[in-house]
């Protein structure tokens, strides 16, 4: 199940020779910088000194002393420790970000300001410089100072008011979504921005945030409401303009069928032994079957409860059906076709041994993305990047770790 990649060798991907300087916290921001990283880009992740950041505390559970959510975050990353707060560890912060291609940042509007880090005092001396902003609600208006955390945006955003099941309590999606496609949105702006540069030799802003990201990504239900006034509601795992289109329990579980158009329809009614629903006129089109739909979800009900759901995977795929298992995450990772993605790869930690990771989504012929370093311990590499970027000598390290300032 496990692909042990090998790191001992050299890796060479397509950002190979880029330094990204990264001041994000949480998942937004480290989600984007981790992905540059499997790019082989450089990343030096800029930490608190004794604290690190936020998701190195968020347990349980915790594995010794490290959390499964920031190692999950955090490979191919180099840890260096900087209190930006005192005037010498925000000096140290520039003369890493003079060598340097990217900066990534998520503090709130202002905060890299204080600390004398802003674009645009940086970009004077270095206008090549790429520096990416995510922030939770914009840099400017009435709400730019709150902060914003994933959950708080999609419930002013809308994403709560449509999930969960029908009649039910606003739910929140099971992962931190927003803040994943945010970093995904995050590092395709500075991919963008490195090929401006490479065409134009000059640097750029760039600002997004958690609501413009999520405003985005309503899509059908946003249009549905801008566009026809209709306000959509929680429909549970349904789809408010296609039926059949949900999960459905089966004699020992549940199983999602997704039958999209007419031809699928005809696939699921022969696989489910009901040849007449095809005659039937409460069916024949998606419109009717719209218009039917408790009907003919009870009746795909009972088809579904004599039977397991893997025995109904199998006989509903042979036909064509559109159909998978819901699946625990126990189940997830014995599922055949995800143990032969190779996905999930080992990874030897400093303290933990070899850990398992989900690594990277695109597979590429020229230049892949790996898993070529462990999330970093905190600090892990803070003397040897100050010494080899910033010309920090022995004993001045040893004062400022004396200080807090490293």
């Given amino acids: 199940m496990l692909a042990t990649p090998d790191l001992e060798g050299s890796f060479m991907g397509a950002l190979t020779g880029i330094r990204v300087v990264d001041f994000t916290r949480v998942v937004g921001g480290p989600y984007c910088t981790m992905q540059l990283g499997d790019l ?9 000194p004794g604290h690190g950041e936020d998701s190195r505390s968020f347990g349980p559970p915790f594995v010794q002393d ?54 645009e005092r940086l970009s ?7 520096y990416c902003s995510l922030s939770g609600w914009g840099e400017s208006g009435p709400y730019a100072d709150r902060a914003g955390y994933d959950v708080m945006v999609s419930a002013l955003a809308g994403l709560m008011a449509i999930t969960g099941p029908v009649g039910g309590p606003p739910v929140k999606v099971g992962v931190p979504l927003l803040h994943h496609l945010a970093g995904l949105q995050a590092c395709s702006a500075i991919l963008t921005a490195l090929f401006h540069r490479e065409r134009t030799g000059r640097g750029q802003r760039i600002h997004l945030s958690l609501l413009s990201t999520q405003l985005a990504t309503l899509v059908n239900a946003a249009s549905n409401y801008l566009i026809s006034g209709v306000i959509p509601e929680p429909q549970g795992s349904s789809h408010g303009s296609i039926v059949p289109y949900r999960s459905f329990p089966t004699a020992d579980g ?5 039958a999209a158009n007419d031809k699928l329809f005809a696939c699921l009614c022969r ?19 719209v218009a039917n739909r408790v009907h003919l979800e009870v009746a795909i009900e009972a088809a579904l409860a004599a039977d397991t759901t893997a025995r109904w995977v199998e006989r509903l795929a042979a036909v064509g059906v559109a159909v998978a298992p819901v699946n625990r995450m126990d189940q997830v990772f014995r599922d055949p076709q995800v ?14 041994g070899p850990i398992p990771l989900v690594g990277p989504t695109v597979s ?36 400022l770790a004396a200080q807090g300032v490293i």
């Fill in 40 to 48: 082989g880009a450089e990343v030096l992740k800029i930490e608190e």
């Fill in 66 to 119: 490290e959390t499964p959510y920031f190692l999950s975050l955090n490979r191919n990353k180099k840890s260096v420790t900087l209190d930006l707060r005192q005037p010498r560890g925000a000096e140290l912060a520039r003369a890493l970000i003079a060598q340097s291609d990217i900066v990534m940042e998520g503090f709130r509007p202002g905060t890299m300001a204080r600390f004398g880090l802003e674009y």
């Fill in 124 to 130: 004077v001396d270095h206008p090549s410089l790429i």
């Fill in 254 to 258: 549940h199983i999602l069928i997704g």
């Fill in 271 to 289: 696989g489910l032994d009901h040849p007449e629903w095809l005659d039937d006129p409460r069916y024949r089109t998606n419109g009717e079957r």
């Fill in 339 to 352: 143990v032969h993605s190779g996905q999930v790869v080992s990874v030897q930690h400093p303290t933990l």
């Fill in 364 to 399: 590429y012929s020229e230049t892949p993305a790996e898993v070529s370093a462990p999330p970093p311990l905190l600090g892990q590499h803070t003397r040897e990047i100050l010494r080899d970027l910033a010309g920090l000598d022995e004993g001045e390290a040893e004062r």
